[in-house]
């Protein structure tokens, strides 16, 4: 392998400096004269028609300068979901619609000279509500009988709206049943998971204007700029030539800016007033108006022979997707294509399940996409089966888990609400992950110590192993722009999307090393619609390894124009020179510094501009792999679970920038410790969120961290931009098994229900006693 | 109404503050973007936190006109990008910044505990950012860039 300068080295963030002093990088912090602020008017019901909208005492109050509601905006069927055209997202929303499907729905918003008044005429609205009969437990949704939460004659995309499905699926390989029949060993349960929040510590911004040319700006914190521009113009019937979507610093978006939430209100006030306009979500919010994780009923059924082969997996999946369909079908079917593939000797396979609406606030992509949820129930269901045969958990993975140069029949037959591709996996580090973590962890001693600590607590240890894929292919398209400048700097420009996870800095890593100069002479531009190439955006796990293929393949071919120029210059054949730290050196070892051949080519001979864009298309999704290891502590009295240890081994082929890639492993776990022990949305029984604030839903905290210890497994993917695969996602997947697992382990347990929650665990243990 | 306090060091004299009004909306009304988080104003993120007379506090917390007369606060105190604090140094040395959003609040706390103990204990430095949420990092790499700091010799810092 050739040596490298720039990848695999922990290159300061390009935009750290900008961050740790404070400046004003993100949405917000930039005001226009004359600017309006918008309030949106939330649904206070779960389910019902507007008879009417009052807005005369609203309007009248002070500085209030636009009120919009379903009576006056454009009515457009579309989807909230940022993904490629056409979504696979149903068409069930509406700017605003006449009817409210969840407490927290939008219903009309106010545009005013300032805050306090957009406020003060939002509480002066007054809706006339039609209550109808509201579906909150998704087993209702599908019953006879049950009220059709899209009714909308417009409604497009969805499975069977008449019985709020939003999809469907029954995937069948080999004859699960008889297989299940027959086997030695079997395992079933099902497992739930919970209303969850991305809880981005920037909330939902957006804030439009005009400019000079009277084309809409919209600046958003968005993870999908070039969607985003797409969904506003179709919207609001504005060509796209006549929208730019400008993408700031992001604080944070872990799936939920893949959404377009605020853009159309703001976008609306904009042309009608034609003043620049603002709305923000506060985070009561963002917590019920915004994005959540689908919470999902999974039943699994394992079987395995005498010896602990698999032989037949089944899961069947009842995922809510709350008021409307966002992202439902793609996340469910991952739930499945990113989970069943991990086993692969088992030659009988049934995926099933429905995705259907309830008058819940609505789930949508979420860091995990649907794994998380898989990964819970079978991973489970691996350490139940593996108890029924005594056999180490950790044995009976390595005994079935997929491996270099294997393939799996739902790699083609499950992509992201459609049909997948074939492929083999080229790299996978699983066995070394699996090797090196236990012992890390010290798995068979701490195996081997007694469950029990003295009268009232008790320990265990509990592991996991995980897949999850990177970029969706052939479907997501990448593009990148690179130009020299004449000092011999560049300036790379992006569609790809970095909102918060380093992508910036990863990306020039891979133009620094394919040219060969320093990080530090890049300048990235990443994202604004009117300079940048088009990128699908930053999900699916897809930033590195394929928006690096795009810049891959840019940096080439301006290393290629370099190199030309150079010859030129020394009159030599091209490819007789290299490049080193910035400088062109011949055979000879003259030298030749990029700021020459920059000025040279600006201004002096040959004149060009030395630039190159690319796209690139993947061909596969290869999965990065993971083993997780925990040790947790139960009070019996209490029921509250402290996780001790935790031990994360993770193959992500090669790390482009290794401390960035251990900071999405660090926190994406911390975020999967908060799923599996405290964080839930709760709600009343007319369905309006409880707890919708950082005192009553708990992520963790500082002092919430068990000993942690990460151990980077280097594989070389030979598809990806140096190696690389992602690792973004999939280490969010592990705590929720690992954690149920190890108290399993100490108790004897299987908790079915997320979070584990002290109630949930003492009640638990009370019926157990 | 009127406000008069120092600000970074600068004395600072505001006409336009409305009573009532909190600290966090009047400093950003006044384009010290540097403060962020204007979006729980209840003091449950720590993302907006200042210093008051060397005080970590929520600025969302405190009303505008409880300033008047002291010393506040932002992370201009700390460095500027053409020259780092080395505690922003340690923090993207470290792997501590994501998205970036409740670093400022973070620095400041931990600069906070570095003046008063310049050689915490882990315990200490998980205590001084616990009421700083983040969802990006995990919080190791704060720790560990703070406890980089901690074992500098007196005065290093």
């Given at each position: 392998m050739v040596s490298r300068t720039v990848v695999g080295q922990s290159v300061d963030k390009l935009d750290g400096p900008a961050l740790v002093t404070g400046?004003?990088?993100?949405?917000?912090d930039f005001s226009l004269p004359g600017m309006l602020f918008g309030k949106i008017l939330w649904s206070s019901r779960a389910h019902a028609r507007i008879r009417a909208i009052d807005t005369f005492a609203a309007e009248r109050?002070?500085?209030?300068r636009l009120i919009l509601h379903h009576g006056n905006v454009p009515r457009v069927a579309y989807t909230t979901a940022g993904q490629g055209?056409?979504?696979?997202?149903?068409?069930?929303?509406?700017?605003?619609?006449?009817?409210?499907?969840?407490?927290?729905?939008?219903v009309a918003a106010v545009f005013a000279d300032n805050l306090i008044a957009a406020q003060e005429a939002v509480d002066l609205i007054r809706v006339e509500y039609e209550d109808l009969p509201a579906i909150f437990q998704p087993e209702e949704a599908?019953?006879?009988?049950a009220p059709i939460?899209?009714?909308?004659?417009?409604?497009?995309?969805?499975?069977?709206p008449g019985h709020n499905l939003v999809s469907h699926l029954d995937l069948k390989i080999g004859d699960v049943e008889q297989s299940l029949a027959q086997a030695t060993y079997q395992a079933e349960g099902t497992w739930i998971t919970q209303f969850a929040q991305?809880?981005?510590?920037?909330t939902h911004i957006v804030i439009t204007y005009l400019d000079e040319w009277s084309r809409l700006v919209v600046r958003s914190s968005t993870q999908v700029p070039f969607h985003a521009r797409r969904i506003i113009s179709r919207l609001l019937d504005?060509?796209?030539?006549?929208v730019r979507v400008i993408k700031p610093?992001?604080?944070?978006?872990?799936?939920?800016?893949q959404e377009i939430l605020l853009e159309d209100l703001c976008a609306l006030a904009t042309l009608r007033t034609r003043r620049p306009a603002r709305i923000e979500l506060s985070r009561k919010e963002e917590f019920v108006s915004a994005r959540l994780m689908h919470p999902m009923k999974i039943q699994v059924r394992l079987g395995a022979d005498s010896g602990g082969q698999l032989q037949a997996m089944e899961m069947r999946v009842l995922a809510n997707t709350g008021a409307y369909g966002t992202h439902g079908s793609t996340v469910f079917f991952n739930t499945g294509s990113k989970t069943l593939?991990?086993?692969?000797?088992?030659s009988h396979v049934r995926f099933v399940g429905d995705v259907v609406y309830t008058n819940l606030p609505v789930p949508g992509a979420y860091r995990g996409y649907g794994a998380t949820e898989g990964y819970f129930a079978l991973e489970c269901a691996m350490d139940q089966l593996a108890a029924k045969m005594g056999m180490d958990p950790l044995l009976l993975r390595r005994k079935n888990h997929i491996r270099e140069g294997e393939t799996s029949p739902i790699f083609i037959k499950l992509g992201e609400g459609r049909e997948g591709v074939d492929q083999t996996v080229?790299?996978?580090g699983l066995d070394r992950c699996i090797e090196l973590g236990m012992k890390a962890f010290k798995w068979d001693e701490k195996r081997k110590?007694?469950?029990?600590?003295?009268?009232d607590r008790a320990r265990g240890v509990g592991m996991s192993i995980l897949m999850q894929g990177s970029s969706i292919p052939r479907v997501d398209m990448a593009a990148a722009n690179l130009r020299m400048a004449e000092d011999g700097s560049f300036h790379l420009f992006l569609g790809?999307?970095?909102?918060?996870?380093g992508s910036d800095t990863i990306l020039a890593q891979i133009a620094a090393e394919t040219i060969g100069l320093?990080?530090?002479?890049f300048t990235v531009h990443s994202s604004d619609t009117d300079f940048s190439p088009f990128d699908k955006g930053?999900?699916?796990?897809?930033?590195?390894y394929l928006s690096g293929q795009a810049v891959y393949k840019a940096a080439l071919a301006v290393r290629k124009q370099i190199l030309g120029v150079a010859g030129l210059w020394f009159h030599?054949?091209?490819?007789t020179l290299e490049i080193c730290q910035g400088v062109v050196f011949n055979r000879q070892g003259a030298r030749l510094t990029l700021e020459e051949i920059g000025y040279r080519s600006y201004y002096?001979?040959?004149?060009?501009?030395i630039e190159a864009s690319a796209s690139a298309l993947s061909q596969a999704s290869p999965p990065p792999f993971s083993a997780h290891f925990a040790e947790v502590e139960i009070?019996?009295?209490?029921g509250i679970v402290r996780p001790l240890d935790y031990v994360v081994a993770v193959d992500c082929?090669?790390?482009?920038?290794p401390e960035l890639a251990r900071g999405q492993v660090l926190g994406s776990l911390i975020n999967g410790i908060g799923f599996a022990l405290s964080e839930e949305l709760l709600f009343s029984s007319?369905?309006?969120?409880?707890?919708?604030?950082f005192l009553d839903y708990k992520i963790l905290t500082s002092?919430?961290?068990?000993r942690i210890e990460i151990i980077p497994v280097e594989t070389n993917?030979?598809?990806?931009?140096?190696?690389a695969k992602s690792i973004g996602?999939?280490?969010?997947?592990?705590?929720l098994p690992t954690l149920a697992n190890a108290i399993f382990d100490a108790t004897?347990?299987?908790?079915?229900?997320?979070?584990?929650?002290a109630e949930r665990v003492w009640r638990a243990l009370k019926r157990n006693e | 109404m009127q406000l008069s306090f120092k600000l970074n060091g600068s004395a600072t004299q505001w006409e336009d503050v409305y009573p009532g009004e909190n600290l966090l909306e009047v400093l950003r009304r006044h384009?010290?973007?540097?403060?962020?988080?204007?979006?729980?104003?209840?003091?449950?993120?720590?993302?907006c936190t200042i210093l008051l007379d060397g005080i970590p506090v929520p600025?969302?917390?405190?009303?505008?006109?409880?300033?008047?007369?002291r010393n506040v606060d932002t992370i201009r105190l700390l460095g500027d990008p053409d020259h780092l604090h080395p505690l922003q140094q340690a923090f993207l040395r470290h792997g501590?910044?994501?998205?970036?959003?409740c670093i400022p609040g973070m620095l400041l706390s931990a600069h906070a505990l570095l003046v008063r103990n310049p050689h915490p204990n882990r315990d200490e430095i998980q205590q001084s950012l616990s009421g700083h949420l983040c969802?990006?990092?995990?919080?190791l790499q704060q720790i560990e860039a703070i406890e980089e700091m901690a074992r500098l010799p007196e005065g290093a810092e």
């Amino acid at each position: 392998m050739v040596s490298r300068t720039v990848v695999g080295q922990s290159v300061d963030k390009l935009d750290g400096p900008a961050l740790v002093t404070g400046q004003a990088v993100y949405t917000d912090d930039f005001s226009l004269p004359g600017m309006l602020f918008g309030k949106i008017l939330w649904s206070s019901r779960a389910h019902a028609r507007i008879r009417a909208i009052d807005t005369f005492a609203a309007e009248r109050l002070p500085g209030i300068r636009l009120i919009l509601h379903h009576g006056n905006v454009p009515r457009v069927a579309y989807t909230t979901a940022g993904q490629g055209f056409p979504e696979p997202s149903p068409y069930d929303s509406f700017i605003f619609d006449r009817k409210v499907r969840f407490v927290g729905d939008r219903v009309a918003a106010v545009f005013a000279d300032n805050l306090i008044a957009a406020q003060e005429a939002v509480d002066l609205i007054r809706v006339e509500y039609e209550d109808l009969p509201a579906i909150f437990q998704p087993e209702e949704a599908t019953q006879p009988n049950a009220p059709i939460i899209h009714d909308e004659e417009e409604i497009r995309g969805a499975f069977d709206p008449g019985h709020n499905l939003v999809s469907h699926l029954d995937l069948k390989i080999g004859d699960v049943e008889q297989s299940l029949a027959q086997a030695t060993y079997q395992a079933e349960g099902t497992w739930i998971t919970q209303f969850a929040q991305h809880v981005p510590m920037e909330t939902h911004i957006v804030i439009t204007y005009l400019d000079e040319w009277s084309r809409l700006v919209v600046r958003s914190s968005t993870q999908v700029p070039f969607h985003a521009r797409r969904i506003i113009s179709r919207l609001l019937d504005l060509p796209i030539q006549k929208v730019r979507v400008i993408k700031p610093r992001v604080g944070g978006g872990f799936g939920g800016k893949q959404e377009i939430l605020l853009e159309d209100l703001c976008a609306l006030a904009t042309l009608r007033t034609r003043r620049p306009a603002r709305i923000e979500l506060s985070r009561k919010e963002e917590f019920v108006s915004a994005r959540l994780m689908h919470p999902m009923k999974i039943q699994v059924r394992l079987g395995a022979d005498s010896g602990g082969q698999l032989q037949a997996m089944e899961m069947r999946v009842l995922a809510n997707t709350g008021a409307y369909g966002t992202h439902g079908s793609t996340v469910f079917f991952n739930t499945g294509s990113k989970t069943l593939p991990l086993y692969n000797k088992a030659s009988h396979v049934r995926f099933v399940g429905d995705v259907v609406y309830t008058n819940l606030p609505v789930p949508g992509a979420y860091r995990g996409y649907g794994a998380t949820e898989g990964y819970f129930a079978l991973e489970c269901a691996m350490d139940q089966l593996a108890a029924k045969m005594g056999m180490d958990p950790l044995l009976l993975r390595r005994k079935n888990h997929i491996r270099e140069g294997e393939t799996s029949p739902i790699f083609i037959k499950l992509g992201e609400g459609r049909e997948g591709v074939d492929q083999t996996v080229q790299s996978c580090g699983l066995d070394r992950c699996i090797e090196l973590g236990m012992k890390a962890f010290k798995w068979d001693e701490k195996r081997k110590n007694p469950r029990r600590i003295g009268s009232d607590r008790a320990r265990g240890v509990g592991m996991s192993i995980l897949m999850q894929g990177s970029s969706i292919p052939r479907v997501d398209m990448a593009a990148a722009n690179l130009r020299m400048a004449e000092d011999g700097s560049f300036h790379l420009f992006l569609g790809a999307t970095d909102i918060g996870t380093g992508s910036d800095t990863i990306l020039a890593q891979i133009a620094a090393e394919t040219i060969g100069l320093p990080t530090q002479r890049f300048t990235v531009h990443s994202s604004d619609t009117d300079f940048s190439p088009f990128d699908k955006g930053a999900y699916a796990s897809s930033t590195t390894y394929l928006s690096g293929q795009a810049v891959y393949k840019a940096a080439l071919a301006v290393r290629k124009q370099i190199l030309g120029v150079a010859g030129l210059w020394f009159h030599v054949e091209p490819s007789t020179l290299e490049i080193c730290q910035g400088v062109v050196f011949n055979r000879q070892g003259a030298r030749l510094t990029l700021e020459e051949i920059g000025y040279r080519s600006y201004y002096l001979a040959d004149q060009q501009q030395i630039e190159a864009s690319a796209s690139a298309l993947s061909q596969a999704s290869p999965p990065p792999f993971s083993a997780h290891f925990a040790e947790v502590e139960i009070d019996l009295e209490t029921g509250i679970v402290r996780p001790l240890d935790y031990v994360v081994a993770v193959d992500c082929g090669v790390a482009i920038n290794p401390e960035l890639a251990r900071g999405q492993v660090l926190g994406s776990l911390i975020n999967g410790i908060g799923f599996a022990l405290s964080e839930e949305l709760l709600f009343s029984s007319r369905g309006v969120a409880l707890n919708p604030n950082f005192l009553d839903y708990k992520i963790l905290t500082s002092l919430d961290l068990p000993r942690i210890e990460i151990i980077p497994v280097e594989t070389n993917e030979p598809t990806g931009p140096y190696g690389a695969k992602s690792i973004g996602e999939i280490c969010i997947n592990g705590p929720l098994p690992t954690l149920a697992n190890a108290i399993f382990d100490a108790t004897g347990i299987q908790m079915k229900e997320a979070p584990f929650t002290a109630e949930r665990v003492w009640r638990a243990l009370k019926r157990n006693e | 109404m009127q406000l008069s306090f120092k600000l970074n060091g600068s004395a600072t004299q505001w006409e336009d503050v409305y009573p009532g009004e909190n600290l966090l909306e009047v400093l950003r009304r006044h384009d010290c973007w540097e403060v962020k988080g204007n979006n729980c104003t209840n003091g449950e993120c720590g993302a907006c936190t200042i210093l008051l007379d060397g005080i970590p506090v929520p600025s969302c917390t405190v009303f505008a006109a409880r300033v008047e007369g002291r010393n506040v606060d932002t992370i201009r105190l700390l460095g500027d990008p053409d020259h780092l604090h080395p505690l922003q140094q340690a923090f993207l040395r470290h792997g501590a910044v994501q998205c970036g959003y409740c670093i400022p609040g973070m620095l400041l706390s931990a600069h906070a505990l570095l003046v008063r103990n310049p050689h915490p204990n882990r315990d200490e430095i998980q205590q001084s950012l616990s009421g700083h949420l983040c969802r990006c990092t995990g919080y190791l790499q704060q720790i560990e860039a703070i406890e980089e700091m901690a074992r500098l010799p007196e005065g290093a810092e």
